[in-house]
């Protein structure tokens, strides 16, 4: 007997999991982030930040169908968030626009009530539940239907699009804008081609020999959906059936499954790529702390630059 297949017996791997590999795992991230009394200042502040998110303005609006308009997925966890995303943008577009809210499933009355009040329009869970039957039954698109309901990443790239049509920008709630974002606003003023962002670094959790044969193109570098423009009409979602069934099948389940989808999709034409300089993923540095791009979007320890002193400055009358 191997020693392999001794250690899978007496379950040493799982053991090994617990005791070792993830507080490794949680003891590093907590380095990156600054080191334990840091983490807890900053879940201090970013509770601080969720407060006065309910305290926020609303954002002027238009009826007409040519002003800007920002689709996202939020919920719960995430509301406020996606509030002083929205302030930010606004303030900085100084014009009217519209937003469209996806409830994941976790809004509940007060917190859907805040984005309400400050413009948005709010996609109730149950018509979301109710298109899927319609466009999406789980007897025609059962791999899609499963990771809609399992990793709701996805429903960034669905809820938006399904059963719909026209152009569309979806964006994530962990952004925030200092300048006029006029890259973003042209193109909404008339699309014509996708839209992403760029990555700090390449996360499509897939090989790129399986993707690039599946979309039938090269896959283009370092795509990001923080911003993610796409026409719901040309989604065929028989099409993103397959290929989600197939990059499971071949290289199992992946948090950056929907990245990896959008990054197919626009494989095959050209895109309009948003400026590193100006829209930036996980800021670092002297950026981090005194912002000069036009956009950050906040993943991983850049957050702590996010919940700690950057919602602040988009609030500030000289922002």
Not at 34 to 50: D, K, S
Not at 136 to 148: D, G, I, N, S, T
């Amino acid at each position: 007997m191997t020693l392999t297949r001794t250690a899978r017996q007496l379950g040493l791997g799982k053991l090994a999991l617990h005791l070792w590999h993830r507080p490794f795992a949680r003891l590093m991230n907590s380095v990156r982030n600054g080191g334990l009394w840091a983490e807890r200042e900053t879940e201090r502040q970013r509770r601080e930040m969720e407060a006065t998110a309910a305290t926020l303005p609303p954002f002027p609006t238009s009826s007409a169908a040519t002003a800007p308009a920002l689709h996202l997925l939020t919920g719960k966890r995430f509301w406020y968030q996606t509030a002083f995303c929205l302030h930010s943008f606004a303030r900085q577009a100084g014009s009217p626009i519209n937003v469209y809210i996806y409830d994941d499933g976790t809004l509940d009355e007060e917190t859907a009530g805040y984005l309400t009040r400050m413009g948005a329009r709010v996609h109730a869970f149950a018509a979301t539940q109710e298109k899927l039957e319609r466009y999406l039954p789980v007897a025609r698109f059962p791999v899609l239907r499963e990771r809609w309901l399992n990793y709701p990443n996805l429903r960034k790239l669905i809820d938006p699009h399904l059963g719909s049509s026209g152009w569309k920008l979806a964006i994530d709630s962990d952004l925030l804008f200092f300048r006029r974002p006029k890259f973003i606003l042209d193109w909404l003023a008339a699309p014509d081609r996708p839209l992403h962002a760029v990555d700090c670094t390449e996360s499509y959790g897939y090989s790129r020999p399986l993707m690039e044969r599946l979309a039938g193109a090269p896959i283009p570098p370092d795509v990001n959906v923080g911003l993610c423009g796409l026409c719901s009409d040309a989604l065929d979602w028989t099409e993103l059936e397959a290929w989600c069934a197939e990059l499971i099948a071949r290289e199992r389940t992946n948090y950056y499954l929907e990245q990896a989808l959008v990054a197919m999709l626009v494989a095959r034409q050209p895109c309009a790529v948003a400026p590193v300089e100006d829209y930036i993923t996980k800021p670092t540095g002297p950026e981090a702390r005194q912002p000069c791009g036009v956009m950050h979007h906040y993943v991983a320890e850049s957050k702590r630059w996010y919940f700690r002193e950057n919602w602040r400055r988009v609030m500030s009358p000289s922002s």
